[in-house]
């Protein structure tokens, strides 16, 4: 069942933590984005890669990191550095040669 | 500057009636315009797209109307049924490079 997989579903982070979001996908999808929203909000794009081994800041990139050593999985970090941590997570992806991205189930990320 | 904009955050629709969910945007670079449909939640769920070189695209209930020169789209939802009450987004992008998603528009569709 293909698909893109995002966990926990809901995360909390203490004060001056580190935490990382999994996002996971079988489509063979190329690009891989992170999005953040908040309410009342669209969705504001964090980072993004297009290809295995590169990847791009978005918008709001400050306080956040990534990688991509695989071309299945794009996890994000949220550092301490992140002041404003609690929102909803999307992850995405996007095929080759295709606009539309699909997205993930989210995840919630919650300071305690 | 906020490329795409939804300037209805809600709408309210009786059930069988048509839906009618607005979009502007600035940027005449963008060539490709998707509509999403998220519960809450839950990740956002592709519905439809229309390339710029089409005025409109049907999917089933769903159209979307592109009019560049205005700078505008519609998605239109005919009959609406309850289970369309959602957050739309509509997002845009320009050969291929990131979307640029509006702020949402919260449909409900009541009896």
């Known amino acids: 069942d293909g698909g893109i997989t995002q966990s926990p579903k809901y995360l909390f982070r203490k004060e001056g933590q580190n935490v990382t979001l999994s996002c996971e996908q079988n489509?063979?999808?190329?690009?891989m984005y992170w999005y953040r929203q908040d309410p009342g909000q669209g969705l504001r794009l964090i980072y993004y890669s297009q290809i295995v081994n590169d990847f791009q800041k978005g918008d709001i990139a400050e306080g956040y990191s990534v990688s991509r050593e695989k071309k299945e999985s794009f996890p994000l970090t949220v550092t301490s550095a992140q002041k404003n941590p609690t929102a909803f997570y999307l992850c995405?992806?996007?095929?080759?040669?295709?606009?539309?991205?699909?997205f993930g189930p989210g995840t919630r990320l919650l300071v305690l | 500057d906020q490329q795409v904009k939804q300037n209805s955050p809600s709408l309210s629709v009786q059930e069988g009636r048509i839906s009618i969910l607005n979009c502007d945007y600035t940027?005449?670079?963008?060539?490709?315009f998707l509509w999403y449909k998220k519960y809450p939640a839950e990740g956002p769920t592709f519905l439809i797209s229309i390339s710029s070189i089409k005025d409109k695209n049907e999917d089933g209930r769903f159209t979307v109307f592109l009019n560049k020169s205005a700078k505008h789209l519609s998605l239109h939802i005919v009959p609406s049924q309850p289970g369309d009450s959602a957050v739309y987004f509509c997002a845009a992008s320009a050969w291929g490079d990131k979307l640029i998603f509006g702020t949402g528009t919260r449909l409900q569709v009541f009896p």
């Open positions: 489509l063979n999808h190329d690009a």
């Open positions: 940027n005449s670079m963008f060539d490709y």
């Open positions: 995405a992806s996007r095929g080759d040669r295709q606009e539309t991205q699909y």
